[in-house]
């Protein structure tokens, strides 16, 4: 089964997660380094957006099940095999919790449904089997389309939405600019996960968009995600789902002195004792 372009009805039928009746929301990854039981609060948090300080309406930790897209580079190029290709996606299998669920996306110059949702691994690993090498990859395409076709019908019920891209960040030909798609990734809080792969250019400085290496950090640091390399998949697997079970937080607050149809950098601070992540931007909200 293939995904072609963006699915209209999709965009049509759900409004943007950036703003909704609480305010604008930020998926907040956070936790405890201090080895203190304290619960996280409100009050340990401070938002900036363009260097003015917001204040956060709500704090409150996140128990719902999460959807997550891997997605996973299938072109010709690419530099590892197959098999390794599978074993990584398997290890996700092996640690996701009750109710939590998959969909595994394969790409090359089309993105091609391999599993759709589920948390069965015999059903996932026969799926697998149809994992290939084949033409050039178009990533952000691939990109627009776990979100447009996959993510954005599930929502604004699901909010734990995150995407891990197996592979290393290298576009050849999508129609998708780079910094649409990230905006997207940000305008609806799915975080996004690497497991990366080498540079198959050795960091070939691109005319049109960012370098392969760049395209992965960007997208992780944007969203509010991580990058760990494709020969640690079991760790990264293991710490993705717990860090999505255990440590994500909903946080609300009404933007002040700020436009919400303008880009606006965000920044957010925790007290000592308290590690956290989030996206960095907040981008314009266009109808």
Known sequence: ???????????SRHSSR?????????SVTA???????????????YLYENGIEQKIKGFSYDPSPSKIVLLVDNSQTLPTDIEKLKKAA????????????????AFDEKAEIVQEWTDDAKKLEVSLATFRKKGNPFLFDALSSTVSEILLPLMPGTRKTAVVVIGDGLDRGSKTPFDKILNELQNQNITVYSLQIPDRT????????????????????????????LDEAQTAAKFICDELRRNRYLLSYLPINM???????????????????TKNAQPPNVK
């Open 259 to 277: 436009s919400t149809y303008d880009a606006r950098r965000v920044f957010l601070v925790a007290d000592e004792g308290i590690g956290i992540r």
């Open 90 to 105: 398997m290890e996700f299998v092996y640690e996701i919790f009750d109710g939590d669920q998959l969909f595994v996306l």
């Open 31 to 45: 936790w405890r380094t201090d080895n203190k039981t304290e619960p996280l609060k409100i009050e340990n948090f």
């Open 1 to 11: 089964m293939l995904l072609f372009g963006v699915c209209a009805f999709a965009q």
């Open 202 to 229: 050795g960091g070939a400085y691109r005319r049109d968009q960012p370098k392969a290496g760049t395209v992965i950090t960007q997208l992780t640091e944007g969203t509010g995600g991580k990058i760990f390399q």
């Open 18 to 26: 950036t703003t909704d009746l609480e305010g604008s929301i930020l």
